[in-house]
């Protein structure tokens, strides 16, 4: 079963200032990585996804992440934070089961960033 | 439209009421999901609904009971819950339901058992 490892339950950062939010996933042959946010109240929103290709992928609102096979890696980074930032990250892999795929979620890191 | 809806936002329920959530999207998408997300904590999958059918069901209690009416419909019948069923329950759909799909999600019910 693949599982989903997120080092840091919180990140508080000033606003301006940059962030990593690391991920580390078990290995296998082929896998498929998301990062989520969920704000406040609210359900979660995907932030971007790593299926293929290039190892770095961007979101709209600049966030990055890079997939790293030989550390089995996946950490999100953002090079000067927003208050409106402020939120719970998830990192996620794509697991089969039964002939159906399902999300494996990690425990989730709250950034907070402050003024 | 990429909108998940679900009704009620909130919901207070005594362990013997019968209760449903419904959840409901527009997108044609053909798989749909049932998380339970406890406060501080990652979302948990219940169940995996693919074409209409009940594919993934992660050894939830039967007092929690899925029904798919057709493809844009999603409920979660409820029937004497225990107070340690409070939680946030989020429904997520997806095109096929692929590992390689983006989940949407919806905006929750926040249930609490009394």
């Known amino acids: 079963a693949q599982s989903v490892t997120q080092l840091d339950s919180q990140v508080p950062v000033f606003e301006e200032a940059p962030v990593e939010l690391r991920c580390n996933y078990s290995?296998?042959?082929?896998?498929?990585l998301f990062w989520y946010v969920q704000y406040p109240n609210q359900g979660l929103q995907l932030l971007l996804k790593y299926l293929s290709g290039s190892t770095l992928v961007e979101s709209i609102n600049g966030f990055e992440a890079e997939f790293n096979k030989s550390q089995t890696s996946f950490h999100l980074r953002k090079p000067s934070v927003h208050i409106s930032d402020t939120a719970e990250y998830f990192c996620?892999?794509?697991?089969?089961?039964?002939?159906?795929?399902?999300?494996?979620f990690g425990k989730g890191t709250k950034l907070t960033v402050n003024p | 439209d990429t909108e998940v809806t679900q009704t009620p936002k909130h919901l207070v329920m005594g362990m013997t009421n019968k209760k449903s959530l419904k959840c409901e999207q527009h997108m044609g998408h053909r798989a749909m999901y049932w998380y339970k997300q406890k406060a501080k904590k990652p979302p948990e999958l219940m169940f995996v609904y693919s074409y209409e059918k009940l594919s993934i069901n992660e050894s939830v209690p039967s007092r929690f009971s899925p029904e798919c009416p057709n493809s844009s419909l999603l409920n979660l019948h409820l029937h004497a819950l225990q107070p340690e069923d409070s939680a946030l329950y989020l429904c997520?759909?997806?095109?096929?339901?692929?590992?390689?799909?983006?989940?949407?999600f919806g905006p929750g019910t926040r249930l609490t058992v009394l």
């Open positions: 997520a759909s997806s095109q096929e339901g692929r590992g390689t799909d983006t989940q949407y």
């Open positions: 996620a892999v794509s697991e089969v089961q039964g002939g159906s795929e399902k999300l494996v």
């Open positions: 290995s296998s042959v082929s896998v498929y």
